[in-house]
């Protein structure tokens, strides 16, 4: 009798829940992530962004409305009369006119010696690689060492003169640095030398993903090695030239380093890029003013750079 009981309470009830195999999955996942991958490990990160960079950032907005210097004890709101003050003269547009000229001249002259290096050293053999090594040396060297020694380089007594006297048989004396006409010029080629490795690695990667069977099948259609070049590499790729060009504009546009120790923004403030106008500014102690062209230079790269990685994504699509 009491089998039967339990027999018929079996049935009633029916069996004993189970937990599906899916929701024991999630669960298991759930503390393996809980233990292996806590958010807190990302706090150190996150308080070093706040206090280095988006207060400052914060601040950077704030201030520029401020009369803030350091010839003043109080801060007191101005609205836009920093603005009106740095454009009445004419000197920020200057140097905003210097900052995009320079920043031009670095992604053009940058892009194009990474893509002949790249083009060049394509083929992995050991000479290649031990020349790839040589031109990434700029790239991992101090940017203030290299406009240090291109400074002593270029000097009409230095070494690239003499150089030159040797060859021509004759003295020269040229001052590369000192011409108001070519020093933005020879400036930017500094600039480019120092990175083109950087670019020679992006169009590297570039160049080795792009798949061996379209290649071979250009050649069995009978395309010679440039036309295939120019019609199945090159458009192949757009990603490297969308990422080198984007990132050699930015970071010219925000250059300090190699025209301070080549030029210091001479001769003549010819080269006086919008970082060192910034720099001079702020040592005056017009805070408020070098704040002003700081938020200047922020709006102006995302002016510009915006725009040319969206035409550049674009030329991706279509290509």
Known sequence: MVMAEDTAVRRVSGPPPSRTPTAGRRSTTSRINRRTHPMWFMAPAFAILLVFFFLPTLFNFIYAFTDWSGFKSEIHPVGFDNFGDLTSDGTLFRALRITVFYAVLVAVFQNLFGFGLAVL????????????????????????????????????????????????????DY??????????VVVAAIHSWKWMGLSMLIYLAGLKTIPEDIIEAARIDGASRMRTFWTVKWPLLAPAVTFSVS????????????????????????????NIFIYRTFGQG??????????ILFLLVSIMAFPVIYVLRKREEIL
């Open 121 to 172: 050293l394509e083929r992995d053999n050991r000479v290649n690689r031990i020349l790839r090594t040589f031109f990434l040396i700029p790239v991992l060297m101090s940017a203030l060492a290299v406009g240090y020694i291109f400074q002593a380089l270029l000097k009409p007594e230095g070494s690239v003169n003499q150089l030159l006297g040797a060859v021509l048989q004759t003295d020269v």
């Open 286 to 295: 017009l805070f408020a003013q070098a704040t002003t062209m700081s938020l």
């Open 175 to 184: 001052a590369w640095l000192g011409d108001t006409t070519w020093t933005l």
């Open 247 to 274: 990132s050699a504009l930015l970071g010219s546009m925000n250059g300090f380093d190699i025209v301070q120790a080549t030029t210091g923004g001479g001769p003549a403030r010819t080269t006086e890029i919008l």
